[in-house]
């Protein structure tokens, strides 16, 4: 279908006729939601006259309990599924970063990072955990990687800003997002069917059907698939797909059994299929270093790479929410879920520090051509299994509106990461005369956890107290205790080979092939050999052969592999040294913490129609552990990190009111954190082990207390309902963001054991990674209703989105050196400019041009980005639907996430433009 992206010439051609159309800027948090089913209030509704538009009423539960957004003493947007279609977002979470100002949602390699207000964790594993929470129909889900494609058949998405220690619990110190299905209707026969294609051969299909199977019993089923090609060109002459083409399925199947007034039960259950190319990130290490941004680049999606990555993601889940009340002063509620997935990654095989197509870069893709035929690259999995449980009471006195509970997490964690390669050979005389030398070692070996695990238990209560008819008081508690036990394994391979063996099997070592297409590891778990024979200074442990040891880490070999024959017919003649970072290849450690946070606030409605608050309140991201880790010179990092702790200081005013016939909405926040012990996540190089091969890197996350900081901000948004249905919804948020009493290791040192290795720099001023000053949504929208034959009403909308520079490192762009006395000793650290930092080429070995400096660049330029939508509605009913939509109509670049270290820049942009047309109908 269509295919390439528009040309630029044609953009204003394009956003003339969606104009002329009628295209699209609707009100993002001041739009109508929909209530919970048993507390659906009448919506207000909002028709096209020659008088001012009406705003909606909009209904929330930030609280966990169905309030007017204007009464919420809080930050909070809302968007119903027809919302979020109008305004380009969709069904990929991460696009709700274009509505939703100062909130940045990437993907890597099938992983979501969120940040809210500059507040977020860029690693999640089952160790470190997010710091904006997940809630899937008000559940928590731990793993951003169980999210899967959720915005289908959808009442409505809320997006709550600031800490939520105390409402919402663990690892919501930024905020929460809750995504709420739509749940069966009772004593209503129905559903809808919703078509789409688009541009990258865009397919889309979702299907709908509500049953009443009793009076009091009801069922909800939805189908959902999409697929998309890739839209990264290949710089290289080779036919394959690229990394960002999407395959994926879903189910729903939801349950409402309401046999009276007082006792509910809601039951949902989802299976999601995802499968893809991935999203391996893209090396910009050359390309800045010979002078190229990612916005001077013809194509920054055209790019070099070897061989096809492939994902897969299979999510199941089964909720349940049983809830009964005994009168409206007490009721009772218990949550419980159990979700899974299965994820496995491989990335596309790309050349090392090699990613965009730059002018010049073509001697550095050819510089080594017998690489093309590689397949070595990254393989990826992980499994977790997890279980949440929540005992809630609550009730409304009338003047006391209060809810208490009792929470309970448990996860089960298993995974595994391993780059493997051709591997890396040479002569081993060193070692052993007349032999050769080879290596899989690259990214720190194979490294596996069988077993971890997690535990969280809560208890909190929470209050409203109202005072009198104007005023309120609000507060409450939690108190969390957290454990993880970490069970890991870590294997590094030396393989010394007699140099005759090579010929009688009429190969040379270069001729080795591994992960060609069938190529597969051992899944997370599953391996026989669970402790390697490791070796050091002093020999080996005894244990399994070392050849048994790394064959069984595979669970399929590829077409053309040739490794696996070559070390079973050589088993007993091929030594495998196998070194480690734990002793006897394993490692278990343990945390252990608990922490409180609380909330406390005052309400006071100045009119019926304005509303003043004022809170403190809390929020906490759990700690966690490390992989015991040693730098070049021997200092030992910190295995276990503490929780972040962020406390918050809010004043808003929210007020309803009419200037001449205009109706308008204007809320104000005003906000500062106190944000103590950040954990930075940085990639950092460690030594190889006994004689590791030097040419291939160890570089692991690191988790670190590393920072403090504070974080100063501004929040104004509104509606206003003009004449003839039009409606301009608004939001500004200013963000000024700093570092403090911070001094941080900077993991962009050459790490080698050189002068300037290791250095602790100050940061104390720079801004927090991914925080722009300035962020700014307009949003404009109108419905009409007509009578033209069958079409009932025409609606438009148009989003724009602007944010200010910002950055990717706490560095901010800053180069540093050390300052050293007459003796050579180190004695300070010095700022010097960025291009003067030493970088990492490897020797060379995988290009001729050497790098600088500018290869570490961490700063994103401003942009803006617009979303147009334009729909025709058929019949009184609106039962049918056709509408078209392009998202990013500008086309713009950016990047939402990086990789920075000594030897690399990898970049996970967002998507180019993508547009399309949709056919929706009711029954």
């Not at 100062?102 to 999640?124: N, P, V, W």
């Not at 955990?129 to 494609?149: H, K, Q």
């Not at 040479?426 to 899989?440: A, E, H, L, S, V």
């Not at 490390?626 to 007020?655: C, I, M, Q, W």
Request: include cysteine; charge should be negative.
């Amino acid at each position: 279908m269509f295919k390439s992206r528009f040309p630029k010439r044609d953009l204003l051609a394009a956003a003339l006729a969606s104009a002329c159309a009628g295209f699209a800027f609707s009100a993002v948090a001041q739009e109508s939601t929909p209530a919970p089913a048993d507390t659906q209030p009448a919506a207000e509704t909002q028709t096209a006259t020659a008088g001012a538009s009406t705003l909606e009423t909009v209904q929330v539960t930030g609280n966990r309990r169905v309030q007017s957004i204007q009464k919420y003493s809080g930050t909070i947007q809302s968007f119903t599924a027809t919302q979020l279609d109008k305004l380009g977002v969709n069904t990929d979470i991460r696009n709700l970063s274009a509505v939703v100002p100062a909130l940045q949602i990437t993907k890597q390699e099938g992983k979501y990072e969120m940040y809210l207000r500059g507040i977020g964790a860029s690693d999640s594993d089952f160790s470190s955990d997010p710091a904006v929470a997940t809630y899937y129909n008000g559940v928590y889900l731990p793993r951003p990687r169980s999210i899967g494609p959720m915005f289908f058949d959808i009442e409505r998405v809320e997006v709550n800003k600031g800490p939520q220690g105390t409402v919402r619990g663990r690892n919501a110190a930024a905020g929460s997002i809750n995504v709420i299905p739509n749940q069966p209707q009772l004593g209503e026969f129905g559903g809808n069917v919703k078509l789409g294609v688009g541009n990258y051969d865009f397919r889309q299909f979702e299907a709908v059907v509500n049953v009443p199977l009793t009076e009091t019993l009801a069922t909800r089923i939805a189908l959902f698939n999409e697929k998309r090609d890739s839209y990264i060109e290949n710089g290289y002459p080779f036919d394959y797909e690229g990394p960002g083409a999407i395959d994926n399925t879903a189910v729903r199947a939801s349950f409402l059994w309401q046999p009276n007034d007082k006792f509910s039960a809601y039951m949902m259950l989802d299976n999601v299929k995802e499968k893809g190319t991935g999203d391996p990130g893209m090396f910009t290490e050359r390309a800045l270093s010979a002078g190229y941004d990612i916005k001077d680049l013809d194509d920054p999606f055209r790019q070099y790479f070897r061989r096809p990555g492939y994902s897969t993601n299979d999510i199941k889940g089964i909720s349940g929410t049983f809830t009964y009340h005994f009168n409206d002063a007490v009721s009772v509620e218990f949550n419980t879920s159990y979700r899974k997935y299965d994820f496995y990654n491989k990335n596309a095989s790309r050349e090392w520090q090699l990613g965009p197509v730059y002018p010049g870069s073509e001697a550095d893709a050819y510089h080594a051509p017998n690489r093309l035929q590689w397949y070595d690259t990254f393989y990826q999995a992980d499994k977790s299994s997890s279980r949440v449980n929540e005992l809630r009471f609550f009730g409304d006195t009338g003047r006391l509106i209060w809810s208490a509970g009792l929470f309970n997490y448990g996860e089960k964690y298993d995974y595994v990461s391993w780059d493997v390669g051709n591997g890396y050979w040479g002569d081993c005389d060193w070692y052993r005369p007349g032999t050769i030398c080879g290596w899989q070692n690259g990214l720190g070996g194979e490294n596996r956890g069988n077993g971890s695990e997690v535990e969280s238990n809560a208890v909190y209560a929470d209050l409203s107290f109202a005072v009198n008819d104007k005023l309120r008081l609000i507060g409450g508690a939690r108190y969390t205790r957290d454990k993880k036990t970490a069970k890991e394994t870590n294997a590094q391979y030396q393989f010394i080979v007699p140099e005759e063996l090579f010929a009688d099997f009429g190969i040379t070592p270069s001729d080795l092939v591994i992960g060609s297409p069938g190529f597969r590891l051992k899944a997370p778990g599953e391996r026989s050999f669970n402790t390697p024979s490791v070796c050091g200074a002093s020999g080996c442990t005894p244990g399994p052969n070392s050849v048994d040891y790394f064959l069984d880490g595979i669970a399929n070999w590829g077409a053309n592999d040739n490794w696996d024959d070559f070390l079973r017919a050589y088993h007993d003649q091929i030594e495998v040294r196998i070194t480690s970072d734990f002793p006897n290849g394993t490692s278990k450690d343990v945390y252990k913490d608990s922490f409180v946070d609380w909330r406390a606030g005052v309400e006071y409605d100045i009119t019926d129609d304005m509303m003043f608050y004022a809170t403190v309140s809390t929020g906490t991201r759990s700690g966690g552990l490390n992989r015991p880790l040693f730098l070049d010179n021997g200092t030992k990092l910190a295995t276990t990190f503490k929780p972040e702790k962020l406390t918050s200081y809010e004043v808003g005013l929210k007020s309803d009111m009419t200037w001449g016939e205009v109706p308008v909405r204007m809320n104000t926040a005003l906000f500062y954190y106190d944000y103590k012990d950040k954990v930075l996540q940085n990639m950092i190089d460690i030594p190889n082990p006994n004689g590791g091969n030097p040419n291939a890197t160890k570089r692991l996350v690191y988790n670190d207390n590393a920072a403090n900081a504070r974080v100063l901000g501004l929040e104004l948004e509104g509606k206003f309902g003009f004449a003839h249905g039009i409606d301009l919804g608004y939001n500004f948020t200013y963000l000024d963001t700093k570092f403090k009493n911070s001094d941080i290791l900077d993991t962009r040192t050459p790490g080698c054991g050189c002068d300037d290795d290791g250095l602790f720099v100050p940061i104390d001023g720079n801004r927090l990674p991914f925080t722009s000053k300035y962020n700014v949504n307009l949003n404009l929208s109108q419905t009409v209703d007509v009578s033209w034959g069958g079409i009932g009403s025409f609606d438009w909308t148009i989003n724009l989105s602007y944010r200010s520079k910002y950055y990717l490192t706490a560095f901010n762009g800053k180069g540093f050196a050390g300052v050293y006395d007459t003796a050579g000793n180190r004695v300070g650290v010095r700022e010097i400019p960025l291009e003067q930092m030493k970088f990492n080429n490897n020797n060379d070995a995988f290009g001729p041009t050497p790098l600088n400096g500018l290869a570490m660049r961490d700063d994103v330029d401003g942009f803006t980005t617009v979303n147009v939508s334009a729909g025709l509605n058929f019949g009184q009913d609106e039962s049918m639907r056709v509408d078209g939509f392009i998202s990013n109509l500008t086309d713009e670049v950016y990047s939402g996430k990086g990789f920075i270290n000594n030897s690399v820049n990898i970049r996970y942009l967002n998507t180019p433009r993508m547009y399309g047309i949709r056919f929706s109908a009711k029954f």
